[in-house]
């Protein structure tokens, strides 16, 4: 009786372990977050240096980062941006920045931040005119936002939601019977 027990724990303890062993692989094979983060890493991995072509300004990184439960969507450019917020629907913000355009197209992906319990569901920005950028934020409901500019970032600081947070769930699939 008692070796049938240890053998029970041992195969459930290492079944445990082989589960916890496996999300940890998941995880390292993903990664670091390797992208810019202002105050900490400020050039991004495998982005060379980057300068301003004449008077256009180059909007090197758009970016998201889980702050409060609001959230924060900062803008990263060249030298300190030119920028106007635009009307656009009530659940948006719209910056558009002046004499600027993005370094590249992977600049104006679209940042999916809906899995987040934020205010911000997503981040996109778009080339409008030859030196005109726009981003776009879209959020789970009208909240209100501080926006601040140091050096060449632009911050939008996002107040929570009054809502309850909805964030997708991952559906996973389920066994089927034999």
């Known amino acids: 009786m008692r070796i049938a027990l240890a053998i029970l724990v041992l195969f459930c303890v290492g079944d445990a372990w ?4 496996a999300k940890s692989t998941e995880v390292n094979r993903l990664g670091p ?3 810019v983060q202002p105050g900490a890493q400020d050039q991004a991995p495998g982005k060379s240096q980057v300068r301003s072509r004449g008077a256009v300004r180059l909007i090197t990184w758009v970016g998201f980062q889980m702050a409060g439960q609001g959230g924060r969507v900062f803008i990263q450019s060249t030298e300190p941006a030119t920028y106007d917020i635009v009307p656009g ?4 913000v719209i910056i558009e920045l002046s004499n600027a355009r993005l370094h590249s197209k992977n ?3 679209l940042l999916d931040t809906a899995w987040f319990p934020t205010a911000v569901l997503s981040v996109k920005a778009v080339q409008k005119k030859k030196s005109i950028t726009r981003v776009t934020i879209k959020l789970r409901e009208i ?4 926006l601040r500019q140091e ?3 632009i911050f939008l600081d996002f107040r929570p939601p009054q809502g309850n947070l909805t964030v997708p769930t991952i559906q996973t699939p389920t066994p089927q019977a034999q």
């Open 33 to 35: 977050y390797l992208g």
């Open 89 to 92: 629907n009530p659940d948006e």
């Open 18 to 21: 082989a589960e916890d062993t």
């Open 107 to 109: 600049d104006g992906r």
């Open 143 to 146: 909240v209100g936002y501080d």
């Open 151 to 153: 050096g060449n970032y």
